[in-house]
């Protein structure tokens, strides 16, 4: 399956609407690009958690060898420093796609992902820092330091649920989704995407809750 | 060379359907005429066919909806491929969910009207909620299967280009085989050994009749949603097995009617109805892949998503013009293991009153006009069935 951009996929006002890849990232950084429109076709809210099963069974799949990638990239950066580059670019293509995948299911994002989880292919974008050498205590003791995040984690998910059965309630009826609650869900994103970029070693920056920055790619 | 190649393929369908067609059902056999009414009782016949005929009229009327909207998607569909950012063969998934989720909603009256018909008839005890939830689901599969489908087809479109039919046809039949193998060891509804010792007894000395292996027995709960009665036969070789709905075992059937539901069931195992059906799926696939590369030309191809709409309506026409085909098929393949059910418990009566059974409990009319038996007739009428029964008798019992 390929996974570019086909030339229907514009927005309304006509551009691309998908985040380029913003290789000027710091280091460590873990952030969400938005660069769609707030649109959400009533046929596609209705159905939007079945339309969103092929991705959730592909999830599955690409998380078992995610979760094998895990150990060798932690020994990786325990001996080197730094998580070799072939585990990085999967360890971040699996996070960025399940992130697309998540903003779908949630109504953050409009149009369907595609499967490979590539940067800059989804107008709900995760952009990662390049990779960067990590203290080796962080990354030795990086599963328990992980856990206090994945419990707010937990608690970010519960509400970005409840928002996006307000935001499906209300693409329902309008057609669109207000601004505000495609923020929240944003803001959610960012969190559970970020903390899983800390477990799985893609930063060394701990997870943090605070709301995202607005892109240039922005449309309304 | 494509015609040579073309030619083969209708020569070598055309034989496997020679060899899978018969069956051991004397083909001199004549069944008598039945008076339904006498057979099943006048009362039964009139509610029966009061049921069945409101169930007809909504099934025409939804067929017609169904075919209206998908030519309608076939024209105008191909704009949601707008609403993806995958690339072809995704956005090609897309678009047929999408096409299934208007055809659901679309049938969503015509399923309610016939929910609420079958619950007026005391043939559910279902609620609208569960009923609503469990179409849902049904449908959530059906969203997997097509992606499924769309990803072998597109895939094997991308890759061989207008050669991918004879590949896709044989994927999918493969898919067939694989899912009638492991059905069994996927329960869907809680079942658990028959435990019936007569009845157990009666299924192994069938067994060793119709010469097949020992077969387990299964017996599932569905009296808490439904009072209709059923069973039937799934599996391959190793996972081959038979359920009785647990329907089966209450009033009004007796125990040798039981008997002969078994024997009928352990029929399909022993004459192979069950690859047989795979081969003749095959049979269909074949031909239906080709068309379906034909009918998609002018949109690019399987290859391309903007042929999606269009394949979800070849598909549909084409079940429905194959459908006289296929259940003229089941139906014959019904026959024989009624046939051979008779032979192993030489009880006429028991399978006559089998079918009496069926008609009070489901509702099913013994005699229903001709074409729904054409369009929707996956085993004979239950007044021809009875006559089978009587025609055995008088063939003279060994």
Redesign the interface.
């Given at each position: 399956m390929s996974d570019t951009v086909p030339d229907a996929d514009r927005g309304e006002n006509g551009r691309v609407a998908v985040a380029p890849p913003s290789p000027d990232l710091p280091a460590d950084a873990v952030r969400i690009a938005v660069a769609d429109d707030l649109g959400r076709p009533r046929l596609t809210v209705l159905f939007r958690s079945l339309l969103a099963l092929p991705h959730l069974v592909w999830l599955g799949l690409w998380t078992i060898p995610a979760l094998l990638a895990l150990p060798a990239a932690w020994a990786g950066a325990l001996v080197t420093g730094v998580v070799p580059e072939p585990l990085h670019r999967f360890l971040g293509a699996y996070v960025r796609y399940a992130t697309h995948v998540s903003a779908y299911v949630l109504l953050v994002g409009r149009r369907f992902p595609g499967f490979l989880g590539r940067a800059g292919s989804y107008g709900i974008d995760l952009e990662l820092g390049p990779r960067r050498r990590q203290s080796r205590w962080t990354t030795l003791l990086r599963g328990p330091l992980a856990v206090p995040a994945f419990l707010l984690a937990i608690v970010v998910g519960v509400v970005a649920m409840l928002v996006a059965i307000l935001a499906w309630s209300w693409g329902l009826v309008r057609g669109r989704i207000p601004e505000g609650v495609r923020t929240l869900g944003v803001l959610g994103l960012r969190y559970t995407a970020h903390t899983y970029a800390y477990l799985f070693l893609l930063t060394s920056r701990y997870p943090h809750l605070t709301p995202p920055e607005p892109t240039e790619e922005e449309t309304p | 060379m494509k015609i040579v190649f073309g030619a083969v393929v209708v020569v070598a369908l055309a034989a496997a359907g020679y060899l899978l067609y018969p069956t051991a059902v004397p083909g001199d056999l004549s069944l008598p005429a039945i008076d339904a009414e006498a057979t099943f009782g006048g009362e039964l016949v009139a509610r029966a066919e009061r049921y069945e005929r409101f169930l007809y009229a909504i099934w025409v009327l939804a067929q017609v909806a169904v075919l209206t909207t998908l030519v309608l998607y076939a024209r105008r569909g191909a704009a949601?491929?707008?609403?993806?950012?995958?690339?072809?063969?995704?956005?090609g998934?897309?678009v047929g969910?999408?096409g299934l989720?208007?055809v659901w909603l679309v049938r969503l009256p015509f399923s309610l009207a016939l929910f609420w018909w079958a619950r007026r008839h005391d043939q559910t005890e279902l609620d609208y909620l569960t009923w609503l939830l469990e179409d849902?689901l049904l449908?959530?599969v059906e969203?997997?299967a097509v992606?499924f489908a769309l990803?072998v087809v597109m895939?094997l479109a991308r890759w061989l280009g207008e050669r991918w039919w004879l590949p896709g046809a044989a994927v999918f039949v493969a898919v067939a085989a694989l899912l009638t193998f492991a059905s069994p060891y996927v329960e869907l509804l809680p079942t658990e050994p028959l435990r019936d010792r007569e009845l157990l007894a009666a299924a192994r000395a069938y067994e060793r009749e119709l010469d097949i292996e020992r077969v387990p027995i299964l017996v599932e709960e569905v009296s808490v949603d439904t009072k209709q009665a059923n069973a039937y036969a799934y599996g391959l070789g190793p996972s081959r097995r038979v359920v009785l709905w647990d329907t089966m075992l209450r009033p009004p059937f007796d125990p040798n009617e039981r008997r002969v539901v078994l024997a009928h069931e352990l029929a399909h195992h022993s004459q192979e109805h069950l690859p047989k059906g795979i081969a003749w799926f095959a049979i269909f696939a074949v031909p239906g892949a080709w068309i379906l590369m034909r009918a998609t030309r002018s949109r690019g191809g399987m290859g391309a998503p903007e042929a999606v709409p269009v394949a979800l309506l070849v598909v549909v026409v084409y079940s429905l013009v194959t459908a006289p085909a296929s259940n003229f098929l089941s139906r014959r393949m019904e026959a024989e293991a009624d046939w051979k059910a008779l032979e192993v418990t030489r009880d006429p009566e028991a399978l006559e009153g089998l079918m009496i059974g069926f008609a009070e409990t489901s509702l099913g009319d013994p005699d229903p006009p001709a074409w729904t038996q054409h369009l929707l007739g996956t085993h004979p009428a239950l007044a021809e069935r009875a006559a089978m029964a009587r025609a055995w008798k008088a063939r003279g019992a060994p």
């Open positions: - | 949601y491929a707008r609403e993806s950012s995958a690339g072809p063969v995704g956005t998934m897309l969910m999408l989720g208007i849902w449908l959530a969203f997997l992606s990803v895939g």
